[in-house]
């Protein structure tokens, strides 16, 4: 696959350049992942940003009883950045892990590398905050759900804002990212 050419489809309403493109591409990899790796290991800082170009992966944080609790989901051709947004602009260690829910093809950069590159290329910072603002759409999505009181409420919401999450993840994860219990979850899911 040609991901310069991936990246031009995908966001094709930013009009990267031929020339910003092949500086661009000087800095991407292109990395098979197998199922269950890890792109961000909690208890590191995040340094790059990733496109899931084939797959899906999600994020997720260890509770007290060692269990993963869903934080988000990845998957191309809707939400398709991997980047933990709060360990990279404050420079501390992540809360996340983000892991690869089955074999992935990921293209990414480390971000200081494409700040290098802000001052000769100013349309990569306007692209950079391109690809973040997913990250904060994606707080907000979160947030509104967790505030609604209903499983039933948050599973609607859910459907509305990710209808592809059903078809992508397990029910059991997705009943994680909605705070629910997975039995209540399917009970509810059920009646649909």
Do not use: W
């Not at 995908?10 to 661009?24: G, I, K, M, P, R």
């Not at 397990?170 to 649909?192: C, D, E, M």
């Amino acid at each position: 696959m040609d991901i310069l050419k991936y990246i031009q489809q995908q966001y094709s309403h930013f009009n990267l350049t031929e020339n910003e493109l092949a500086v661009l591409g000087e800095h991407i990899t292109v990395q098979h992942f197998k199922r269950n790796e890890l792109f961000l290991e909690e208890h590191t800082t995040c340094e790059k940003m990733g496109l899931l170009v084939t797959g899906t992966a999600y994020s997720y944080k260890v509770n007290a009883n060692g269990e993963e609790v869903i934080q988000d989901f990845f998957y191309p051709n809707g939400q398709e950045i991997l980047f933990d947004y709060e360990s990279y602009f404050q420079q501390k260690n992540s809360i996340l892990n983000i892991k690869f829910l089955e074999d992935v093809t990921v293209s990414y950069f480390y971000i200081e590398e494409i700040k290098k590159l802000h001052k000769e290329y100013p349309r990569f910072l306007q692209f950079e905050l391109l690809l973040t603002q997913q990250e904060f759409i994606n707080a907000v999505h979160k947030n509104q759900i967790l505030q609604l009181k209903s499983a039933e409420e948050k599973i609607k919401l859910l459907q509305n804002q990710k209808p592809k999450v059903f078809e992508l993840f397990p029910y059991v994860q997705i009943a994680s990212y909605l705070g629910i219990h997975r039995n209540t979850f399917r009970r509810v899911f059920s009646k649909h």
